[in-house]
């Protein structure tokens, strides 16, 4: 087999490069290790920025987002501490100029997966055993096993899209790659309801007994989340649990306003912040969660994937079309510019929002001052704004 585009991973960021290469003419072969009922059960983010949403539309999977997806011009921020709270609103709109739009990781990967099919473009499903071969010559191809038989794959140029625990990143020498890693003392355990959501817009909240957040993804269907100890499990959070400990951090307004109901799924994410350099090695990149991962309190991850696919777009556009370097020469150096930004607010929202371990009544108070200074200073909430609804590309 042989193919222009040789693309790892069938998550949003490798079909949603897919789909966009093939509206410039290009070549691509998808390679999944999952089946796709499995990608697609996967609940993860909810919410976009503009740069994601018009990059779906360019890509011409926009249809059903437009239709389906819920425009957010603000989000709540919400401070509990001894049973009593306050709540202050973000205005992206007046402060950034543009909202974002609440629409799933699974259904934006359900479009992404028809779009492909409709096309005819090719994916193979439950490869194993992948290996890069000869990323460093003009000559790279790939090799893996499907349904029990060896196969290759050779390929002008290879993406690895196959996130965090991918074989990509591995693939560039450790003489070459860099990598930064700040690991979080807590998870985050997140419950799927078919319950209306309690507020139009999100809540993100801080309490005494640690973080909650109030998210959705349809007027019948709430995802909420809750800071919860690493050594935490699923099975120890009856949904009983889960709602008490969600109402206690939540202002008592808000907490008597929850519809409960029984969780549809329920897991627990740890948080990490992590970046590789450089995001390409030879005729192999990089994009999206196998580069780079932020905790997803700035809801981040997604969107920053999104900003690396369309840099890589037009890099490899520029490459196939034009028969120019120069783009694919830039691409690693421009997206880390913009994902060590993602990174920091990231970090920021997760520092700013979050009980840790080992506070001290200090930190606490430095934390109750800088949400007072986001409660009271329009500059503050400019600044915050703007990196929520997403840095420009
Ligand atoms: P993915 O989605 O992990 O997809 C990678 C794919 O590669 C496959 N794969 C392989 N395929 C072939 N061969 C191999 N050797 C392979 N190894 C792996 C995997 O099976 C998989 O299908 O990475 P991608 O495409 O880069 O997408 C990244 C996003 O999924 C991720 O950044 C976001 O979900 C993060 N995130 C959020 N991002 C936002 O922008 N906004 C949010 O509101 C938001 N909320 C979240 C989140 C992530 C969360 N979790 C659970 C980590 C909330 C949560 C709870
Ligand atoms: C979600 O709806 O899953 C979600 C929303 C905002 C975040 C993280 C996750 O910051």
Same mark, same amino acid.
């Given at each position: 087999?042989?193919?222009?585009?040789?693309?790892?991973?069938?998550? =949003?960021?490798?079909?949603? *490069?897919?789909?966009?290469?093939?509206?410039?003419?290009?070549?691509?072969?998808?390679?999944?290790?999952?089946?796709?009922?499995?990608?697609?059960?996967?609940?993860? &983010?909810?919410?976009?920025?503009?740069?994601?949403?018009?990059?779906? /539309?360019? $890509?011409? !999977?926009?249809?059903?987002?437009?239709?389906?997806?819920?425009?957010?011009?603000?989000?709540?921020?919400?401070?509990?501490?001894?049973?009593?709270?306050?709540?202050?609103?973000?205005?992206?709109?007046?402060?950034?100029?543009?909202?974002? !739009?609440?629409?799933?990781?699974?259904?934006?990967?359900?479009?992404?997966?028809?779009?492909?099919?409709?096309?005819?473009?090719?994916?193979?499903?439950?490869?194993?055993?992948?290996?890069?071969?000869?990323?460093?010559?003009?000559?790279?191809? *790939?090799?893996?096993? /499907?349904?029990?038989?060896?196969?290759?794959?050779?390929?002008?140029?290879? !993406?690895? %899209?196959?996130?965090?625990?991918? #074989?990509?990143?591995?693939?560039?020498?450790?003489? !070459?790659?860099?990598?930064?890693?700040?690991? +979080?003392?807590?998870?985050?355990?997140?419950?799927?309801?078919?319950?209306? =959501?309690?507020?139009?817009?999100?809540?993100?909240?801080? @309490?005494?007994?640690?973080?909650?957040? %109030?998210?959705?993804?349809?007027?019948?269907?709430?995802?909420? +989340?809750?800071?919860?100890?690493?050594?935490?499990?699923?099975?120890?959070?009856?949904?009983?649990?889960?709602?008490?400990? *969600?109402?206690?951090?939540?202002?008592?307004?808000?907490?008597?306003?929850?519809?409960?109901?029984? @969780?549809?799924?329920?897991?627990? $994410? =740890?948080?990490?912040?992590? #970046?590789?350099?450089?995001?390409?090695?030879?005729?192999?990149?990089? &994009?999206?969660?196998? &580069?780079?991962?932020?905790? =997803?309190?700035?809801?981040?991850?997604?969107?920053?994937?999104?900003?690396?696919?369309?840099?890589?777009?037009?890099?490899?556009?520029?490459?196939?079309?034009?028969? @120019?370097?120069?783009?694919?020469?830039? +691409?690693?150096?421009?997206?880390?510019? /913009? #994902?060590?930004?993602?990174?920091?607010? @990231?970090?920021?929202?997760?520092?700013?929002?979050?009980?840790?371990?080992?506070?001290?009544?200090?930190?606490?108070?430095?934390?109750?001052?800088?949400?007072?200074?986001?409660?009271?200073?329009?500059? &503050?909430?400019?600044?915050?704004?703007?990196?929520?609804?997403?840095?420009? +590309?």
């Amino acid at each position: 087999m042989r193919t222009q585009v040789a693309i790892i991973g069938g998550g =949003p960021s490798g079909l949603l *490069l897919g789909q966009l290469l093939h509206r410039q003419g290009i070549d691509t072969v998808v390679l999944e290790r999952k089946t796709p009922a499995h990608v697609l059960g996967r609940i993860r &983010a909810g919410i976009l920025e503009t740069g994601l949403v018009e990059l779906l /539309r360019e $890509a011409g !999977v926009g249809a059903r987002m437009d239709r389906e997806g819920f425009v957010h011009d603000g989000a709540e921020m919400s401070a509990t501490y001894g049973g009593t709270g306050e709540r202050f609103r973000i205005d992206f709109v007046r402060h950034a100029g543009r909202p974002v !739009v609440v629409y799933g990781q699974t259904e934006l990967t359900q479009d992404l997966y028809d779009a492909r099919e409709a096309a005819g473009l090719p994916t193979l499903f439950e490869v194993d055993h992948m290996a890069i071969h000869d990323a460093d010559t003009d000559r790279p191809h *790939l090799t893996f096993d /499907r349904h029990g038989r060896a196969q290759r794959l050779d390929a002008a140029v290879i !993406v690895g %899209c196959d996130g965090f625990h991918g #074989v990509s990143r591995q693939a560039i020498p450790l003489a !070459v790659r860099r990598e930064f890693e700040t690991i +979080y003392p807590f998870g985050w355990l997140g419950v799927l309801s078919e319950t209306p =959501p309690v507020h139009h817009e999100l809540i993100y909240a801080n @309490s005494d007994r640690g973080f909650a957040l %109030c998210s959705m993804r349809n007027a019948n269907l709430s995802r909420h +989340y809750i800071q919860c100890a690493l050594s935490d499990h699923v099975g120890d959070w009856t949904d009983r649990n889960f709602w008490d400990e *969600l109402r206690r951090r939540l202002p008592p307004d808000v907490a008597e306003a929850l519809v409960t109901g029984p @969780s549809i799924e329920k897991s627990i $994410a =740890p948080l990490r912040s992590f #970046v590789t350099e450089p995001m390409r090695w030879g005729r192999l990149f990089l &994009a999206g969660d196998a &580069a780079h991962i932020v905790p =997803p309190t700035g809801a981040k991850g997604l969107n920053t994937a999104a900003s690396d696919v369309h840099y890589l777009y037009h890099a490899l556009a520029e490459f196939f079309v034009e028969h @120019s370097e120069a783009g694919l020469d830039s +691409y690693s150096a421009r997206a880390l510019r /913009r #994902v060590w930004k993602a990174e920091r607010f @990231s970090w920021w929202m997760t520092n700013l929002l979050h009980r840790f371990p080992d506070m001290t009544a200090f930190d606490v108070r430095m934390q109750q001052a800088e949400l007072d200074l986001l409660r009271s200073s329009d500059h &503050a909430q400019a600044l915050m704004a703007q990196q929520y609804v997403g840095l420009p +590309y």
